[in-house]
């Protein structure tokens, strides 16, 4: 593989190179459809070989994968309610003492809807155990069955004394009311599985006015985060806060991206428009910056950035 034998990562321009002087094999739309099944992945896509080789290169060179890793703290009976659960279900785990630090993390993590009460942080701040419920390190095609099973350990695992949750992956933090909630619209067939999946794991967003804003945690969804300068907000002509305006356009494009594009779908430099009349965007794919590959954050599947079209 050209990457071993370079020794380091490719160059955008060395992925299309080598695109360019691979064989062409022409087959059915069918045909192809199968032999990925058959692969357990989706190939790379010409038009989209940048991003999409990012997508497999773990996979294929080796690497961080993503995995999902859940806290929940709890009483002096956390461990002796929880770990039946987690043994029964071959769960790797592990159980700590007080932290001092965790209701700061909460609060830092937190949302806004349904908020924390005050009961709720008291309860965390008096928590006297710690539980982290790890996943294995998965791939972006088995990103969603892992997602969704941890969805439901976590609503276990809080019924079973947990407090609240956060998610290590991303940082974000949930009341058991508000993850409760995920849960029930998981199941669901239709867009509110996709919208409860990204609200439950995605941190968004990120930076401020001055700054880019942007996601976390969409690696354990299979797929890229997201990113946009305010300027880019404020020149495509959006009224309001760039905070808000960057909210609502990262869950539309996530909802889209997950629920209704397939891996090979939306390539790098297409067009996105959240409804009919707001403005339209080119999104164009760039690797995940400003983490280290081995933390918790990093997303091996890239960033999607929206520019001006």
Known sequence: MAERKKGSALTAEEVASIRDKSTCIMMQAADAAALSEKRGFADVNP???????????????????PKIILCLPGANDLRARCEPILKAEGIEYEFRPHDDSLLRAFKIGSMTWPAFTPADFAAIEAHTTVLFALSENFTAGAAPQF?????????????????????????????????????????????????????????????NARTDLYTCGMHALGAADLIVSPAI??????????????TELFRTFAVYLLGECGPRQFASGHTFSASRDAPRYRVVW????????????????????????
């Open 47 to 65: 038009a989209n070989c940048w991003a999409d080789w990012h997508r497999l290169r773990v996979q294929m060179v080796g690497g961080y994968l």
């Open 147 to 207: 997602s969704r099973k941890f969805l439901a350990l976590g609503r276990r695992l809080l019924e079973a004394g947990g407090v609240a949750i956060k998610c290590e992956s991303s940082g974000l933090s949930h009341p058991a009311s508000r993850w409760a909630l995920f849960v029930d619209d998981a199941e669901r067939s239709d867009i509110r599985k996709w919208n409860a999946l990204f609200h439950a794991y995605v941190l968004q967003p990120i930076g």
């Open 233 to 246: 907000l404020q020149l495509a002509g959006n009224i309001g806060s760039p905070t808000s305006v960057a």
């Open 286 to 309: 760039e690797p995940c910056t400003g983490y280290a590959q081995d933390n918790l954050f990093f997303n091996p599947f890239g960033r999607w950035r929206f520019m001006l079209p």
